[in-house]
């Protein structure tokens, strides 16, 4: 039986207290029971205009891509997913080096749809994959997938009021034409390496992390690390095992949460209640979910009272400083060596939070690893040289320096209304309406968007993509309904978001912050993180606004 939300405020009362009100209808939808799923369609097109054509294209298999889709199929909309790997699952399926698993329990990082028992708290990438392909085959979505098929270019044809999409498969160019286009391509796809002279000088082996290669044995080898952000962090641990010699150069450090239980499994009598107790899945879920309402957000919000520098930028944000520091301190009493490539010169949120459960510290102070602060001048031949002209020679040099996450799309073309660019209308930095539409790109959503990116609301980019997508459908039941061609965000509405984001963006620590930070664009926009609450997002997407839009009934 359902919960009414008076128990789940009762809960969540005596969990959090009366500030956990704004988030109980969405802690309703993230209990699922059997096929009670609150974000399911409740309409479909055979009942609204079963004569009327409307074909969506899905652009990307990863986790957004595949609810989308699901949800879809269950509103009874033809759809062709474009995936340009082999198989679903985006980046869990593209990044497979060593030590690769979520940073966020996994019992949160899943759809509320399709619970699972995971083998482990924080799920190792084989096991999110496997995860992500059951729920695609579960659902019925590999025989609408087109594999090895990338998007070159979309234009919006006025005349057909659709979109022509330009597509690339075994290097043969296809053109179709769909009438609404998702793109499902995430923030973090196109891998980046960093602005360094030479760097296709090096000798050796070289790679980036999200092209492992797998041939490469490092085995008593010299090995060089470029990055200590989210996937070098759990790649050097690994790297470090069998190597006769890290050298890490580590440019900034990075605040660590303390997670005891991240390498831990789910066993013992943990097990058993997840296997044996009716809904303790989903309970164990909600309880999570409650205890990180609403995260860390209010506690990375610059207070205009507080002298805010780069070590705090509030009372509560320099608290939460003590904490972690008081947390990393004893653990380097005895290499004070390490401290400034430990103990992070800015605020606390200013960069991405990584888990951490000792594991870090522990492999810096291995004896055949050595952490190198000084900036890189260049990459040689036989391996690297800094700024202070010492040389440090590798068989292998890895790159752990993440994508080019603010350039959304990339390198895809997209043409709007009157030849309108979205490549130049992004040019002083990448926006859209709730993370999903701009103006002058009639039919077009944009999932994990510009300004979606969760990273101290608590919850999970995948609850987000649930959010979005339910958004989505409800778009395309609007367009039925009002027997429209077209449905465009109005330019007003969509410039007083986006003023409404930038200023809460710039009293936030990674906004006030002047460390570098992926959450920035080239030119220190914040482009990628969502400024508000969680709760807010959901009501943002529970429905469309209907005069937020224009709507179009033909050329």
């Known amino acids: 039986m359902r919960p009414t939300y008076d128990f789940l405020r009762a809960v969540g009362d005596w969990f959090l207290g009366s500030g956990i009100e704004p988030y109980i209808p969405l802690l309703a939808e993230e209990l699922v029971f059997d096929t009670d799923d609150l974000r399911r369609p409740r309409w479909s097109k055979d009942r609204i205009a079963p004569a009327r054509p409307l074909h969506v294209a899905i652009i990307g298999a990863g986790e957004s891509g595949i609810i989308a889709v699901v949800r879809l199929k269950q509103a009874g909309i033809p759809f062709t997913i474009y995936e340009k790997n082999a198989d679903v699952g985006g980046t869990w399926l593209e990044n497979s080096y060593p030590g690769c698993r979520v940073d966020i329990n996994s019992f949160v990082y899943s759809y509320a749809f399709a619970p699972h028992v995971w083998p482990d708290y924080f799920g190792m990438r084989g096991d999110v994959l496997s995860y992500l392909q059951r729920v695609a085959k579960e659902n019925g979505l590999y025989e609408h997938i087109r594999f090895g098929t990338e998007i070159e270019d979309a234009t919006w044809n006025q005349e057909a009021q659709s979109w022509a999409l330009t597509l690339r498969c075994e290097g043969q160019a296809e053109a179709v034409s769909r009438d609404v286009v998702v793109f499902a391509v995430g923030q973090l796809n196109r891998p980046k390496l960093p602005d360094i002279p030479g760097v296709n000088a090096f000798g050796g082996a070289s790679f980036h992390s999200a092209k492992w290669d797998y041939s490469v044995d ?33 440019r ?17 009598s943990a097990r058993w209640l997840f296997e044996n107790v009716p809904s303790y899945a989903q309970w164990y879920r909600a309880g999570l979910l409650m205890l990180q309402t609403p995260g860390l957000l209010d506690h990375v919000i610059v207070d205009q009272g507080y002298a805010a520098d780069e070590q705090a930028v509030s009372p509560t944000n320099d608290l939460v400083r003590q904490q972690l520091q008081g947390w990393l301190e004893p653990q380097i009493a005895d290499r004070p060596d390490l401290r400034d490539a430990v103990i992070p010169n800015s605020p606390v949120g200013a960069k991405r939070i990584l888990r951490d459960n000792g594991t870090w510290v522990k492999t810096l102070k291995r004896s055949n690893v050595e952490v190198v ?7 040689t031949k036989n391996g690297i040289k800094c700024a202070d002209g010492s040389r440090h020679e590798f068989d292998v040099i890895l790159y752990g320096t993440g994508f080019h996450a603010s350039k959304f799309l990339f390198p895809i073309k997209v043409t709007g209304v009157g030849g309108a660019s979205l490549q130049e209308r992004w040019s002083d930095g990448a926006r859209a309406y709730i993370g999903m539409t701009v103006p002058d790109f009639p039919n077009m959503f944009y999932m994990y968007g510009p300004n979606t990116n969760l990273v101290v609301h608590g919850g999970s980019i995948v609850m987000f993509s649930e959010l979005t997508a339910k958004y989505i459908l409800d778009a395309l039941r609007l367009l039925l309904e009002k027997d429209a061609r077209t449905m465009d965000v109005r330019p007003d509405v969509f410039e007083d978001y986006n003023q409404r984001v930038d200023e809460a963006n710039s009293v936030r620590a990674w906004g006030f912050s002047k460390v570098n930070s992926w959450y920035k664009d080239v030119r220190g926009r914040v482009s990628q993180n969502y400024p ?9 997407t529970n429905s469309v606004v209907t005069a937020d839009f224009n709507f179009g009934t033909g050329s």
């Not at 490092?218 to 690994?238: D, E, L, R």
């Not at 508000?532 to 943002?540: G, I, L, N, P, S």
Request: aromatic share 8%; proline share 5%.
């Open 373 to 379: 602060r000084t900036q890189i001048a260049e990459v």
């Open 218 to 250: 490092m085995n008593g080898k010299s090995v060089g690390v470029i990055g200590t952000g989210a996937s070098a962090c759990q790649i050097i641990p690994q790297v470090a095992e069998v190597a006769q010699k890290v050298t890490v150069f580590a």
């Open 532 to 540: 508000f609450t969680a709760a807010e997002y959901y009501q943002r």
């Open 252 to 268: 900034t450090a990075t605040w660590l949460l303390p997670t005891p239980e991240l390498h831990e499994r789910v066993d013992g």
